[in-house]
């Protein structure tokens, strides 16, 4: 974060110096609180370069939902650099750069193609339909799907987990132990779920219905319940809410922090009478698993700084 002054049509930062200009789509749509070195050629900041399509902005309410998205964003990118997770990886084999599409379908726009786009990922593309920036339609397909939470920066971290997969995931006999067979049939998987629902029992082993679905949509989910869990202490802490942890490498300390911090999130909700901020129980077998997504990232930021 910098702290920025007007200087001559230019921003200096005040702290630490050096000119910047604002984002083309800060200036052009207030959609964006980035900044870009006055020497450099980009129109666009650092996050605003990973989107590939962005909503048709000839939509009246497109450009609303795309300022929430791009938000979101904000707040996943922010939390993987934080962690010098690379914006590119090894997906499929391949290497990928992150990069997002933010598309329409016929529920928003009558004049697209497309009868229904689905959020996902692919091969280092992160596809968010821009409905789930509108309240009233995010929570009508929470309650079709039975699900206790749903939100816009929910999606960009559980992409984001897919994403990161191939690049983490060393360690293929623990994850296995762990998650459950990567190689199952993926397709058949899904099915059974969306017809039957989510197995038995779920919840002592899976921090999400939707984790039970296949192993690789489990670690997907661990992982955005552990960048939920490093965000939401960072901004308890900063806003002095919490102590700050004396070791945030010891994964263990940030799960006795998250459960604590967790409980009395909920119980303000709900004295608000809101539903939970966060409708989710960490067992000890779902420990065991974010304690994994905690060791994939330490190792893999050990061996980028060694090599």
């Known amino acids: 974060m910098l702290t920025l002054e007007a200087d001559d049509g230019l921003w200096r930062d005040m702290a630490q110096g050096g000119n910047y200009r604002l984002c083309a789509n800060r200036q052009q749509h207030e959609a964006c609180n980035g900044v870009v070195d006055s020497a450099a050629d980009e129109m666009f900041c650092l996050a605003c370069r990973l989107n590939n399509t962005i909503p048709d902005l000839s939509v009246a309410e497109n450009l609303f939902r795309w300022r929430r998205i791009e938000l979101a964003k904000r707040r996943l990118l922010y939390g993987l650099l934080s962690l010098d997770l690379p914006l590119s990886a090894s997906v499929m084999g391949k290497t990928c750069r992150l990069s997002f599409e933010f598309l329409e379908d016929q529920r928003s726009n009558p004049n697209v193609p497309e009868e229904f786009v689905s959020t996902g990922h692919r091969n280092g593309v992160i596809t968010i ?161 974010l304690r994994f997504v905690h060791a994939a990232i330490q190792a893999h930021g050990r061996a980028s700084a060694t090599g």
């Open 129 to 289: 339909n821009v409905l789930e920036a509108d309240d009233v339609q995010r929570a009508r397909q929470r309650e079709q799907s039975a699900e206790r939470y749903r939100t816009v920066l929910g999606h960009f971290r559980h992409e984001a987990g897919h994403f990161y997969y191939e690049l983490l995931v060393v360690q293929r006999g623990n994850f296995e132990r762990l998650f459950g067979n990567p190689q199952l049939p993926y397709d058949e998987a899904l099915k059974y779920h969306y017809d039957y629902g989510p197995r038995s029992g779920w919840q002592h082993d899976y921090i999400s219905a939707y984790a039970s679905v296949h192993p690789l949509e489990d670690w997907a989910e661990c992982f955005a319940h552990y960048l939920h869990t490093l965000d939401t202490i960072e901004t308890a802490v900063s806003r002095q809410v919490i102590a700050p942890l004396k070791d945030y490498a010891d994964i263990d300390s940030l799960l006795v922090c998250w459960n604590e911090l967790a409980v009395s999130v909920n119980e303000l909700n709900r004295s608000l009478g809101l539903r939970d901020a966060y409708p989710f129980v960490v067992t000890p077998v779902i420990a065991d698993k």
